[in-house]
């Protein structure tokens, strides 16, 4: 298992009924993205954050290490917002720094920087309420949240087996991976390459095999995956602070904006 499928199975937010844990993350998302206000973005970080550590139970060392995970995406996606070039003939905006190489020069001009700003902490802020939303809802507890809302149950079933299908890709993975490693297939660099390759062609084919007699078996059971699924209970409470915090939220984006 996972870690993160662990936490969210095990966190101390899982016994909350997962439409109450979607609607209030699917609804700072919401806020967030709408709003587009780097001081509304950044209280959602904060509230969010609070709400996983502190709510949740869960550690802040793994949550700092999951907010390191799209770190690079987003990095790779400001350099290319706040690097700008141009000939050096021509005259530069605003900036606050510019290299001249030869006929170019490159620069960061000060509307780049303030759109790199604003798409930081948007960015920051939809990324707490996502791993709130993953962190302490199992993925069976969304997918029947997507029933009650009537989607399309071609498009659930989609969800839950392509979730199913990564823990047998990595249990596979493992699998071969170590055998090989029993019988040195990691000992030398053409070797890797080899060992490497051969892992590839087993789990593509190991996965089709598998997904094939996954889509008998469905087909003999009339083509509908049916799952187990324990209902919990609503809390007024629970409704009641959302409703509050979405106000506030609403409200603060909407005065400062």
């Known amino acids: 298992m996972l870690l993160i499928d662990k936490y969210a199975y095990l966190n101390k937010l899982a ?41 949740a139970k869960i550690p802040l060392a793994y949550y700092g290490k999951l907010l390191l995970l799209p770190g690079f995406f987003l990095l790779t996606s400001l350099v290319s917002i706040l690097l700008s070039f141009t000939s050096s003939t021509n005259t530069l905006p605003a900036h606050i720094w510019s290299f001249t190489w030869r006929n170019w020069t490159v620069f960061i001009g000060n509307a780049s920087m303030l759109v790199a700003q604003q798409l930081f902490f948007i960015v920051l802020g939809s990324i707490s309420c996502l791993y709130f939303l993953i962190l302490t809802t199992s993925v069976q ?84 995956a049916v799952y187990w699924q324990e209902m919990g209970s609503y809390s007024k409470k629970n409704w009641l602070g959302m409703a509050a915090i979405l106000l506030v939220l609403i409200v603060y984006g909407g005065y400062f904006t």
């Open 15 to 55: 016994s909350v009924h997962p439409l109450e844990k979607m609607i209030f993350s699917l609804g700072l998302l919401l806020i967030t993205l709408i709003m587009r206000d780097e001081r509304l973005s950044l209280i959602t970080f904060f509230v969010m954050s609070a709400f996983i550590i502190l709510g």
């Open 141 to 224: 507890g969304i997918c029947y949240v997507l029933r009650q809302w009537r989607l399309p149950s071609l498009l659930v079933e989609l969800v839950e087996l392509t979730y199913r299908f990564i823990f047998m890709f990595l249990e596979s993975m493992q699998n071969i991976h170590l055998a090989q490693q029993a019988r040195l297939g990691y000992h030398s660099p053409m070797q890797w390459l080899r060992s490497v390759s051969m892992l590839i062609v087993a789990l593509f084919v190991e996965m089709f095999q598998r997904s094939r007699e996954l889509n008998n078996a469905m087909q003999s059971r009339g083509g509908d």
